[in-house]
């Protein structure tokens, strides 16, 4: 299985960034998927889920109603739309995907992409 995150960027606050999580490998339905974000100096946080048919999401309180986790499975891809940024949505954003697990907590995932850098200027 490997795990592609893309679309980070420079944004503004306020403004919007939607991004990428490509699955290869594997069917992609058979997996359960989640976004991660690190600051500099901070642990790795989460920030969404989604169930492996897309019916069941789960938010981070500080994401909650500005950020919507979706998938499309014909694509094999995974997005994280990113709505009302904040400074404090500043880090390195990473997707991961486990068979079994639908939760908050990165340990129990066992697949991870390479990160993309969303930093939010004031």
């Known amino acids: 299985v490997q795990l592609q995150a893309s679309g980070g960027g420079l944004v503004q606050a306020g403004g919007s960034l939607r991004l990428s999580c490509e699955f290869s490998?594997?069917?992609?339905?058979?997996?359960?998927m989640g976004w991660f974000r690190q600051a500099p100096g901070a642990e790795r946080e989460f920030v969404a889920a989604?169930?492996?048919?897309?019916?069941?999401?789960s938010y981070a309180d500080s994401v909650k109603g500005r950020f919507a986790i979706s998938r499309d499975n014909a694509r094999n891809t995974a997005y994280l739309q990113m709505n009302s940024l904040k400074p404090e949505d500043t880090a390195v954003y990473y997707c991961?995907?486990?068979?079994?697990?639908?939760?908050?907590?990165?340990?129990?995932?066992?697949?991870w992409g390479r990160g993309t850098l969303v930093t939010v200027s004031s």
């Open positions: 989604i169930s492996k048919s897309g019916d069941s999401t």
């Open positions: 490998g594997r069917t992609a339905s058979s997996y359960l």
């Open positions: 991961a995907a486990d068979r079994n697990y639908y939760g908050r907590y990165s340990g129990n995932y066992d697949y």
